[in-house]
């Protein structure tokens, strides 16, 4: 399925071509002051424009659907699904699931920088251990699986709820770095890396920064300098704008000022990151193939059409549609003729995807989603955007006067646990980072916040889970994390989308992976051609009189 996007907004326009090509300035349509004009305080206002996603991913359109509805038996009795109507706003998802290749290329950016941090690496090293069992000879996959070429295009496993999380804000900056070095506004990779001589290009210089790049940390103007500021930087119209080294340009002279990429500009993506169970049951069940006009003509048990688990296509005939255990001691039919063309993992673009162009959403590994698990969730979720497992966090300032963020050893901002669910007035914010610097000395009334943080549950108290329990009566706490799917060592039962599972968030399994997605800002609708619309009107454009 082809998706058609619009372009994203990539420069302010220029103040030079505003005054010579247009004849009416845009103007704002409360005040009736000019837009884009270094003249009158330099008031900006960007075009409009629906972003494209991130490297990777495909656009799942929203709207409402029964989660849980696709299941028709509970054979493990647990009870923990039961349907009831939900709405899931559009969004990003990864097209397959994180390959071996993808963990390498991870791996590879921590060894070279960060060459002597031992325990960086150690620590995003997949647990390869995985694949040992008692009573099977599986030691080879120990040593080849994540590594040997092999297997580079199969799912890593062994990753961790915590490691899925680490690997999302990675993949977050090494994309945003991307964009701003191709596109100019950052030093070119090649002048970073010193032309390719081992000496920074001349204009590049030494970084004022040596941190990674940092998407929060950059947005908050802390990433930026000579050796980091490229040649195609955005226009600075502010009245308070300077000009020359050392205040954000690149050439160090006396021509238009020049800025660090703003969010207001949408050239920079969204956060990568693990998806809701709602969103991804909701992706991998892709009634969007099996609706016209909303209605659903037909539901489905897997993310194909029809109860069975063979192809019915002419070509494909009878060829299973994903990678998992037939039966017991079955996992990959007779030699000769094999069912599923795998005994582990396949690659991740086996089988056809579903009618969201999403390829291994039922079988080959199992996948982590976001949230936090527990056996009643339906019966506490909200009905748009579903999710259990918030964790407010609040960015530590370094320096309240100056709104610097506190940085941690690799350059990312220090979160801390939110002490509110409303905007503080500014003596509280004060108070707060003031706690936080002293290691979270204080009471938690919401006069005086100190260390306690808000509790986002909704009820009104904490979570009757008690962790004293845990392990003699109960498995579950707030360590427990969903995962769903269905894996290559699992029987069709749990291909349902509506199946789920959980794991404590630092265990890892041979059967379990991952994948990320990314939230979808502006209009919802995907393919708007062809479908009638509302016809969105412009404000009269305002002349003083």
Same mark, same amino acid.
Request: a positive charge; charged letters at 25%.
């Given at each position: 399925?082809?998706?058609?996007?619009?372009?994203?907004a990539?420069?302010?326009?220029?103040?030079?071509?505003?005054?010579?090509?247009?004849?009416?300035?845009?103007?704002?349509?409360?005040?009736?002051?000019?837009?884009?004009?270094?003249?009158?305080g330099?008031?900006?206002?960007?075009?409009?424009?629906?972003?494209?996603?991130?490297?990777?991913?495909?656009?799942?359109?929203?709207?409402?659907?029964?989660?849980?509805?696709?299941?028709?038996?509970?054979?493990?009795?647990?009870?923990?699904?039961?349907?009831?109507?939900?709405?899931?706003?559009?969004?990003?998802?990864?097209?397959?699931?994180?390959?071996?290749?993808?963990?390498?290329?991870?791996?590879?950016?921590?060894?070279?920088?960060?060459?002597?941090?031992?325990?960086?690496?150690?620590?995003?090293?997949?647990?390869?251990?995985?694949?040992?069992?008692?009573?099977?000879?599986?030691?080879?996959?120990?040593?080849?699986?994540?590594?040997?070429?092999?297997f580079?295009?199969?799912?890593?496993?062994?990753?961790?709820?915590?490691?899925?999380?680490?690997?999302?804000?990675?993949?977050?900056?090494?994309?945003?770095?991307?964009?701003?070095?191709?596109?100019?506004?950052?030093?070119?990779?090649?002048?970073?890396?010193?032309?390719?001589?081992?000496?920074?290009t001349?204009?590049?210089?030494?970084?004022?920064?040596?941190?990674?790049?940092?998407?929060?940390?950059?947005?908050?103007?802390?990433?930026?300098?000579?050796?980091?500021?490229?040649?195609?930087?955005?226009?600075?119209?502010?009245?308070?704008?300077?000009?020359?080294? #050392?205040?954000? =340009?690149? *050439?160090?002279?006396?021509?238009? $000022? @020049? !800025?660090?990429?703003?969010?207001? &500009?949408?050239? %920079?993506?969204?956060?990568?990151?693990?998806?809701?169970?709602?969103?991804?049951?909701?992706?991998?069940?892709?009634l969007?193939?099996?609706?016209?006009?909303e209605?659903?003509?037909?539901?489905?048990?897997?993310?194909?059409?029809?109860l069975?688990?063979?192809?019915?296509?002419?070509?494909?005939?009878?060829?299973?549609?994903?990678?998992?255990?037939?039966?017991?001691?079955?996992?990959?039919?007779?030699? #000769?003729?094999? =069912?599923? *063309?795998?005994?582990?993992?396949? $690659? @991740? !673009?086996?089988y056809?995807?579903? &009618?969201?162009? %999403?390829?291994?959403?039922?079988?080959?590994?199992?996948?982590?989603?976001?949230?936090?698990?527990?056996?009643?969730?339906?019966?506490?979720?909200?009905?748009?955007?579903?999710?259990?497992?918030?964790?407010?966090?609040?960015?530590?300032?370094?320096?309240?006067?100056?709104?610097?963020?506190?940085?941690?050893?690799?350059?990312?901002?220090?979160?801390?646990?939110?002490?509110?669910?409303?905007?503080?007035?500014?003596?509280?914010?004060?108070?707060?980072?003031?706690?936080?610097?002293n290691?979270?000395?204080?009471?938690?009334?919401?006069?005086a916040?100190?260390?306690k943080?808000?509790?986002?549950?909704?009820?009104?108290?904490?979570?009757?889970?008690?962790?004293?329990?845990?392990?003699?009566?109960?498995?579950v706490?707030?360590?427990?994390?969903?995962?769903?799917?269905?894996?290559?060592?699992?029987?069709?039962?749990?291909?349902?989308?509506?199946?789920?599972?959980?794991?404590?968030?630092?265990?890892?399994?041979?059967?379990?992976?991952?994948?990320?997605?990314m939230?979808?800002?502006?209009?919802?609708?995907?393919?708007?051609?062809?479908?009638?619309?509302?016809?969105?009107?412009?404000?009269?454009?305002?002349?003083?009189?």
């Open positions: 399925m082809k998706l058609l996007f619009t372009r994203t990539t420069a302010l326009i220029g103040l030079s071509a505003l005054m010579s090509s247009c004849s009416k300035p845009e103007r704002s349509s409360k005040t009736g002051m000019v837009y884009n004009d270094k003249n009158n330099g008031y900006e206002r960007f075009r409009q424009a629906h972003p494209a996603p991130g490297p990777g991913l495909v656009a799942i359109e929203g709207g409402t659907f029964v989660m849980g509805g696709s299941a028709d038996q509970d054979v493990t009795y647990d009870y923990n699904n039961v349907r009831r109507r939900v709405t899931v706003p559009s969004f990003y998802m990864d097209e397959t699931e994180v390959s071996n290749q993808d963990w390498l290329d991870y791996m590879h950016w921590i060894g070279i920088t960060f060459p002597n941090d031992h325990k960086l690496y150690y620590d995003a090293i997949p647990d390869t251990l995985v694949w040992r069992r008692p009573l099977s000879y599986n030691d080879p996959y120990v040593e080849n699986y994540l590594r040997h070429p092999a580079q295009d199969y799912p890593v496993v062994g990753v961790s709820w915590d490691q899925a999380q680490e690997y999302c804000t990675w993949r977050t900056d090494r994309m945003n770095e991307t964009i701003l070095r191709e596109t100019g506004r950052m030093v070119s990779w090649k002048d970073a890396a010193g032309g390719g001589k081992g000496k920074a001349a204009g590049a210089g030494k970084p004022a920064n040596k941190d990674p790049f940092n998407t929060d940390i950059y947005l908050n103007g802390q990433y930026k300098g000579q050796g980091i500021d490229g040649k195609k930087m955005m226009p600075d119209i502010s009245p308070t704008a300077s000009t020359g080294a #050392g205040a954000g =340009n690149a *050439k160090g002279n006396n021509k238009q $000022p @020049v !800025r660090p990429v703003r969010i207001e &500009d949408g050239i %920079l993506k969204q956060k990568y990151r693990l998806p809701s169970e709602a969103e991804w049951e909701y992706a991998a069940l892709s969007i193939g099996n609706t016209e006009f209605n659903i003509d037909n539901n489905k048990v897997y993310p194909w059409n029809g069975g688990v063979r192809s019915a296509k002419q070509k494909t005939r009878g060829l299973i549609l994903a990678n998992f255990k037939r039966g017991l001691g079955d996992n990959m039919g007779v030699g #000769g003729y094999l =069912n599923d *063309k795998a005994e582990i993992t396949a $690659p @991740v !673009r086996t056809p995807p579903n &009618d969201f162009g %999403l390829y291994q959403m039922a079988g080959n590994v199992n996948e982590w989603v976001q949230d936090t698990y527990r056996q009643t969730s339906f019966e506490e979720f909200e009905d748009f955007n579903p999710f259990r497992g918030n964790e407010y966090k609040d960015k530590r300032m370094a320096d309240v006067n100056k709104g610097t963020y506190a940085k941690d050893k690799y350059g990312k901002p220090i979160l801390d646990a939110a002490k509110s669910n409303k905007k503080l007035t500014y003596e509280q914010m004060i108070a707060n980072q003031q706690s936080a610097a290691g979270g000395a204080g009471n938690s009334t919401p006069e916040p100190g260390s943080p808000y509790n986002p549950d909704f009820r009104g108290a904490a979570d009757s889970v008690n962790n004293s329990l845990y392990g003699t009566t109960t498995l706490n707030d360590k427990s994390k969903v995962y769903k799917g269905g894996s290559w060592n699992d029987m069709a039962f749990w291909l349902n989308p509506a199946t789920r599972r959980f794991m404590d968030e630092d265990e890892s399994s041979a059967t379990v992976g991952f994948r990320c997605a939230t979808m800002v502006g209009a919802p609708e995907i393919s708007p051609a062809g479908k009638p619309h509302y016809s969105v009107k412009k404000p009269k454009n305002y002349k003083p009189q």
